[in-house]
């Protein structure tokens, strides 16, 4: 039995999901830009399915808009910041690099660039309020960290900022990578207050190639390059009609029964975790995390028990698989918490998905019960 347990990275797509977007490119095949009868049908259906996942959101449609995945929402808020004076703009140590390599580019245009730690896996409201400034114009925190799952006090985390912004009385931009949130814990944009945030179709039974980004205020908001006009001038391209109908329907599939899917899936993660102490590992995920990430150190080098476990038909990650270096990757976030570097080195990440069998998951337990006492 092939036993995957790499859903952080990306997950399979949907049997509906999937009928969805067969059926979509099939008979809504006419470009949505288009004036003429095919056209207007094909725009109507993008509307009805910007209407139908914004819902799902608890947001606007006008808020919502379709790009090819959450690297092109997060490249397409960061850029966005080239248009105006540099600033400063602060995020936490544990971005995925989507996020963390704009720093670089930033910096080359005169930015002001800080990174606040995540001790114990957690960014603090009281680390964040130390480093605004009155030129602060970003903060950027992820909502749940993909290495570890950590879930951040985002909420508090806003607050922090919207009181700063009473004293200095200019506006900050509080982005959040939510792309490991969706569907996967009690997350509501409005309430949270967050200004954007950045969604990916493949991390829940979606297909690749589709994604969100979420703008509260999306007229002062200018894009790098606009192109055709398409999505309200904020993303050009021609719309992937068939992929957003299929993540649609992976929306929907995800927040249906939602809580019971959750409380589920933590039990899978808890008898999981027992096996991993069992074995004398250390469990790196914080308390607080994500029902769908567990990341623990072994007794060996990621690559090492990671290639030990796929002979045996496991399929895990060293690291976040984003990366041609994952591994490096995994081990910076891990090294922002605060993590030794022995244990950072040794770090192995299983990720789980609505389709986690509990069969699989005792045969996962078995295994590493094995390979925990050097079989």
């Not at 400034?133 to 993909?146: E, S």
């Not at 009385?169 to 950045?198: C, H, W």
């Not at 995800?254 to 999981?272: A, H, L, T, Y």
């Not at 081990?331 to 080195?345: C, D, T, V």
């Amino acid at each position: 039995m092939d036993l995957y347990f790499d859903n952080a990275a990306t997950t399979k797509i949907s049997e509906r999901a999937l009928s969805a977007y067969t059926e979509t490119a099939r008979t809504v095949w006419a470009n949505p830009s288009s004036v003429h009868k095919p056209g207007l049908e094909a725009k109507r259906k993008l509307e009805e399915e910007r209407t139908k996942c914004a819902a799902l959101l608890g947001i606007k449609s006008e808020q919502l808009f379709f790009t090819s995945g959450a690297t092109e929402s997060i490249a397409a808020v960061f850029s966005s910041l080239l248009f105006t004076t540099p600033r400063k703009i602060i995020i936490s140590k544990i971005e995925h690099e989507a996020l963390a390599s704009w720093l670089t580019i930033l910096k080359q245009y005169g930015w002001k660039t800080t990174e606040l730690k995540a001790k114990n896996g957690f960014v603090s409201p009281a680390e964040l309020e130390k480093e605004l400034t009155p030129d602060t114009k970003m903060v950027a925190v992820m909502a749940v960290n993909n290495v570890t799952g950590a879930i951040q006090p985002i909420k508090e985390l806003v607050s922090i900022a919207r009181e700063y912004e009473k004293t200095s009385k200019r506006k900050i931009f509080f982005f959040s990578d939510s792309v490991q949130a969706l569907g996967k814990i009690p997350y509501n944009m409005t309430e949270l207050g967050i200004d954007g945030a950045s969604f990916s179709g493949h991390k829940i039974n979606g297909p690749r190639g589709i994604g969100m980004l979420y703008l509260k205020n999306p007229s002062s908001f200018r894009p790098l390059a606009p192109a055709g006009g398409q999505e309200k001038g904020k993303r050009g391209g021609t719309e992937n009609l068939p992929a957003i109908s299929a993540l649609r329907v992976a929306i929907e599939e995800w927040m249906d029964g939602q809580e019971e899917k959750n409380q589920r899936v933590q039990r899978m993660k808890e008898s999981i975790i027992a096996a991993i102490k069992e074995t004398g590992f250390e469990i790196l995920s914080p308390e607080k995390s994500s029902p769908y990430i567990i990341s623990f150190s072994s007794s060996l080098p990621s690559e090492v028990y990671t290639r030990i476990l796929s002979d045996k038909g496991v399929y895990v990650s060293s690291g976040s698989a984003c990366s041609n270096n994952a591994k490096g990757e995994g081990e910076k976030i891990l090294l922002g918490m605060g993590i030794r570097p022995e244990k950072a080195r040794n770090a192995v990440r299983i990720s789980l998905s609505n389709s986690t069998t509990e069969e699989e998951t005792e045969a996962l337990i078995k295994i590493i019960k094995e390979t925990g006492n050097g079989k």
